[in-house]
């Protein structure tokens, strides 16, 4: 069985950082794209990054270049997304998704993370 764990998430400055972590378990990572998604209140959840098998990676949200990364490192069966200058709009809960490939169909969820942008 697919499974995705998310974790890193929390309350941060505007301006701060935070490095999200997607674990799985019950398959390799490496089999799947992996991408990062979000939904604030009240919003629709919307794509963030994707990184592909072969780290390629695409993305989803004008609204993050310059400011988030994706990376993975499947020796561990993690993925990551670093997100730098945060701002009080990427507060959502953020989630975690097997693709069959980037843009593609989820062949599984994780459970969630929340990040909250505030002073």
């Known amino acids: 069985q697919l499974q995705l764990v998310e974790s890193g998430g929390g309350l941060v400055q505007p301006g701060g950082s935070l490095r999200l972590s997607c674990a799985a378990s019950g398959f390799t990572l490496d089999y799947y794209a992996i991408g990062w998604f979000r939904q604030a209140p009240g919003k629709e959840r919307e794509g963030v990054l994707c990184i592909s098998k072969s780290g390629g990676t695409t993305n989803y949200a004008d609204s993050v270049k310059g400011r988030f990364t994706i990376s993975r490192d499947n020796a561990k069966n993690t993925v990551y997304l670093q997100m730098n200058s945060l701002k009080p709009e990427d507060t959502a809960v953020y989630y975690c998704?097997?693709?069959?490939?980037?843009?593609?169909?989820?062949?599984?969820w994780g459970q969630g993370t929340q990040v909250t942008v505030s002073s």
């Open positions: 998704a097997a693709q069959y490939y980037c843009s593609g169909p989820v062949a599984s």
